[in-house]
């Protein structure tokens, strides 16, 4: 019975974690006027789930060297940590979605770095979506599992997809003009870097408190990103 009970755990963890992220991957696909490859959206969705191991990885080293220099407790995360943690995951989000699509010939307008990004953040969160859920039903029961996906819907899936279509409206910005896009690139990770761990930081310091103000401020980022997505459609090389 714990078996059947635990694999229907992982079943509904699968399925909750995902559905959040498959729903803005459906809303920001429709948004393309000219679709990508179903095979590209694919790999660099499976791009983001794969480097998943390789976030927590370094974030548990990060962690353990904080706690080694007594500037971090088990209870207390400071804002470097977090915007390290921040950091490692924006540069993985990148560079799975550089490896998977922007590198290749699918990359032939402006619009596809901002939706190769969201969709390397989507699987990203899709997978990390899952751990969090799974770790919920093992410690609290089913309920809390629920909540924590309706949680992360309104929130955490939307900060990887605002933070990483920050670096995506970054390299479209010079798509027409290369000599920028190393500078580009850098900004971007620079500022999507921040409002990551600035979100976590007012998660972790207010808790429930404020959250539809945190979750208002993500929205907003959201909205931005809507009005530059259209701008970025229009973008013509003037040369």
């Known amino acids: 019975m714990a078996q059947i009970i635990n694999y229907s755990n992982i079943i509904y963890a699968i399925l909750i974690g995902f559905l959040p992220a498959l729903f803005w991957l459906w809303f920001w ?18 791009a983001g789930m794969i480097v998943i191991p390789i976030a927590l990885v370094a974030e548990k080293i990060i962690y353990s060297s904080f706690l ?32 998977a699509a922007l590198r290749k010939k699918a990359f032939d307008e402006p ?8 969709t390397a953040a989507l699987g990203f969160a899709a997978f990390e979506n899952v751990l969090f859920v799974l770790k919920d039903f093992g410690m609290q029961g089913f309920l809390p599992g629920i909540l924590s996906a309706n949680f992360r819907f309104l ?3 939307l900060v990887h997809v605002a933070s990483s279509a920050l670096v995506g409206v970054s390299i479209s910005f010079s798509f027409f003009h290369k000599e920028h896009i190393k500078r580009n690139i850098v900004g971007g990770l620079i500022l999507a870097t921040f409002l990551h761990a600035l979100f976590n930081y007012f998660i972790i310091k207010n808790g429930d408190k404020d959250i539809l103000k945190i979750f208002l401020s993500v929205w907003f980022v959201i909205i931005l990103v809507i009005f530059l997505f259209e701008k970025i459609k229009k973008l013509r090389n003037k040369k």
């Open 155 to 157: 929130g955490p899936t």
């Open 68 to 99: 080694y220099l007594k500037l971090a407790t088990e209870n207390y995360y400071g804002f470097a940590m977090l915007l390290l943690w921040a950091g490692v995951e924006e540069y993985l989000k990148y560079a799975a979605a550089y490896k």
């Open 29 to 46: 696909l429709r948004e393309d006027c000219h679709p990508e490859p179903r095979r590209m959206i694919l790999l660099t969705f499976l």
């Open 111 to 118: 619009v596809d770095a901002l939706i190769y990004l969201i």
